[in-house]
Nanobody
């Protein structure tokens, strides 16, 4: 069992930056594929970024490529999402997700993840 807790959300002006954190419980964090998803009001949950268990492989949605950076620190059981050049369309609740067996080609699919955090709100004003 893995419990995930996100933090770092808030209100920021367009062009600004935020860093989200996701702290995981459990001793097997280093073996899990981790990801960030987001959901805006009235929209479906969408993939943002994912990272392999070692951190050596990362995968981004086209909408955030070049602006967001996903990383992890297995010694701290923590995953991060550095968000730069934020846009109003980035406004959403951001969720972290984890699973022990996600094929690299399926990291974008929310159905592949068994464990989810409660979410943290990110609001970008224009």
């Amino acid at each position: 069992q893995v419990q995930l807790v996100e933090s770092g959300g808030g209100l920021v002006q367009a062009g600004g930056s935020l860093r989200l954190s996701c702290v995981a419980s459990g001793r097997t964090f280093s073996s899990y594929v981790m990801a960030w998803f987001r959901q805006a009001p009235g929209k479906e949950r969408e993939f943002v970024a994912a990272i392999s268990w070692s951190g050596g492989g990362t995968f981004y949605a086209d909408s955030v490529k070049g602006r967001f950076t996903i990383s992890r620190d297995n010694a701290k059981n923590t995953m991060y999402l550095q968000m730069n050049s934020l846009k109003p369309e980035d406004t959403a609740v951001y969720y972290c997700a984890a699973d022990g067996s996600v094929p690299y080609g399926s990291m974008w699919a929310h159905s592949m993840y068994d464990y989810w955090g409660q979410g943290t709100q990110v609001t970008v004003s224009s």
